[in-house]
């Protein structure tokens, strides 16, 4: 598991290896956070990305949009915490 801090919310959520960042978010935060397909495909769920090191899961970001933001129903941490602008 990692953890996720969302910085502007001051808050930090618990990401277990059996669920995602935004089931997390949603369940420990911010239940009324967007989304769509949970397939990462649609980007209805893409957030801004502070710090920690990404480990991309989606079909759809842009190697330059890749730098500082993920979708966060699919992407995950590549083992550290991560801070979310969120
Ligand atoms: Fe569609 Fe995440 S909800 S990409």
Do not use: W
Request: net charge negative; proline share 2%; hydrophobic share 35%.
């Amino acid at each position: 598991s990692f953890e996720v801090e969302l910085r502007r919310t001051g808050r930090t959520v618990k990401v277990d290896a059996d669920t995602t960042v935004l089931a997390a978010i949603r369940a420990q935060a911010l239940p009324n956070l967007p989304y769509s397909c949970e397939q990462g495909f649609c980007g209805t769920c893409q957030q801004t990305v502070v710090a920690g090191e990404i480990d991309h899961r989606d079909e759809l970001l842009t190697d330059g949009e890749r730098g500082d933001s993920m979708l966060i129903c699919v992407s995950r941490s590549q083992g550290g915490n991560l801070v979310l602008d969120l």
